[in-house]
């Protein structure tokens, strides 16, 4: 079985200041990671995906997370908050690659001008 | 990529009615999911829809309470059978596109149901 902490329901962080949003997974098997975003009136769209292959994925919007076995963590992070970022995020592991994903409750992001 | 139309994007319905959400893709996808986000919670799978068998559901869904129709590779629906306030929840569907590393999953925007 499958699940996903995300550590902070709420996060703010000023324009141009690093943005960190926590992720920890629990899986039996190797997993898949994934981060979403859904920004208002939208559906989710894919940020970044790891599939096992380089431990730092690179995303879109110039996001980035870095699996990390030994903490069992999976955080995205950005160097430069844009006002733009400001959004829900969504963590979610799977064991079967895009199927049967297991979604974190969601981080909503606040830029602050 | 994928673009997604669903319908209704929200509906505020009584309970022991039905409400059935429709979800159309425009490209052909073999596999499409329907997703639950009730208030404050994860997304939850709800059933896992291929064209040409029966959707496959999840723990704790069942057919005769949600169920889908996959007539062909654009289309799909979900019926909310017999609703209640609990079913008061964002519904969403999602189609997996590509193959290999570049597979990915398209959200639709959902539809957001209230139940009276």
């Known amino acids: 079985a499958q699940s996903v902490t995300q550590l902070g329901s709420h996060v703010s962080v000023s324009e141009g200041a690093l943005v960190l949003l926590r992720c920890n997974y629990s899986s039996s098997v190797p997993p898949y990671l994934f981060w979403y975003v859904q920004y208002p009136n939208q559906g989710l769209q894919l940020l970044l995906k790891?599939?096992?292959?380089?431990?730092l994925v690179k995303g879109i919007n110039g996001f980035e997370a870095e699996f990390k076995k030994s903490e069992t963590s999976f955080h995205l992070t950005k160097p430069s908050a844009h006002m733009s970022d400001a959004a829900e995020y969504f963590c979610?592991?799977?064991?079967?690659?895009?199927?049967?994903?297991?979604f974190g409750t969601g981080t909503r992001l606040t830029i602050i001008p | 990529s994928a673009v997604i139309s669903q319908k209704p994007s929200r509906d505020i319905c009584q309970r022991g009615t039905s409400l059935t959400i429709q979800c159309q893709v425009d490209?052909?996808?073999?596999?499409m999911f329907w997703y639950r986000q009730q208030p404050g919670q994860s997304l939850t799978l709800i059933a896992t829809?291929?064209?040409?068998?029966?959707?496959?559901?999840e723990s704790g869904f069942v057919i005769d309470k949600f169920p889908i129709s996959r007539p062909n590779l654009t289309f799909s629906t979900l019926t909310v059978s017999n609703m209640s306030p609990e079913d008061s929840s964002i519904y969403l569907c999602s189609v997996e596109v590509g193959w290999g590393a570049n597979e990915k999953l398209f959200f639709g925007s959902g539809t957001q149901l209230s139940v009276l």
């Open positions: 829809a291929n064209q040409g068998s029966e959707a496959t559901y």
């Open positions: 790891y599939t096992s292959a380089a431990t």
């Open positions: 490209s052909q996808v073999t596999m």
């Open positions: 979610a592991v799977s064991a079967f690659g895009n199927e049967k994903l297991t």
